[in-house]
């Protein structure tokens, strides 16, 4: 998945689903969608991957997330140990002092932005550290890792953030009937 936003590539047939009204969209499917996400979890269905990678292959042959950036606009990554390394390295700045200037520590104990939109999108929907950016952002929507019944959980959240993800599911329901 690495290089989504920057694949900046004219879609075919491009998915257009307003990322403003996504959440009211999402919310009218919301019920449905997670007892779907609860069956995939607990059957894990054979060739759920296969199909998967399918879907996130043609979903993002669709999507420009230049686009969108709703992600960046309104979830905060989780930012590793090595990501802090990283990205405040590429700033030039110490990795406590990027702590302080740009993370908190969540209820969960885990170190996340202070504040979304996030401080390193711009306002073209770039992101100005692309290439150093968090594993999170690396891997978001994390509809092609192995084992997706693992994840339904945040892809049920992700619904209601990324249009490719609500595409994905709306579809993956079609083709994998439960």
Do not use: W
Not at 24 to 51: S, W
Not at 120 to 126: I, K, P, R, S, T
Request: with cysteine.
């Amino acid at each position: 998945m690495d290089g989504i936003i920057a694949n900046a590539q004219i879609p075919k047939n491009p998915i257009v689903i307003d990322p403003q009204k996504l959440p009211e969209q999402a919310a009218k499917v919301a019920q449905e969608n997670a007892k779907y996400l609860r069956k995939l979890k607990v059957r894990k269905p054979k060739k759920l991957d296969a199909v998967m990678a399918k879907l996130h292959q043609e979903t993002f042959e669709k999507i420009d997330c230049l686009n969108c950036a709703n992600c960046c606009k309104t979830t905060g990554p989780l930012f590793l140990s090595s990501d802090i390394k990283r990205i405040s390295k590429r700033l030039r700045m110490k990795p406590a002092e990027f702590e302080a200037t740009y993370l908190r520590i969540d209820e969960d104990n885990d170190k996340v932005l202070q504040q979304v939109p996030c401080s390193f999108l711009g306002a073209d929907n770039q992101c100005s550290i692309y290439e150093d950016r968090p594993k999170a952002c690396r891997e978001f929507p994390h509809t092609d890792r192995p084992k997706f019944h693992q994840i339904t959980g945040i892809t049920a959240k992700n619904i209601a953030v990324c249009p490719a993800v609500y595409d994905m599911v709306n579809r993956l329901k079609s083709e994998l009937p439960l």
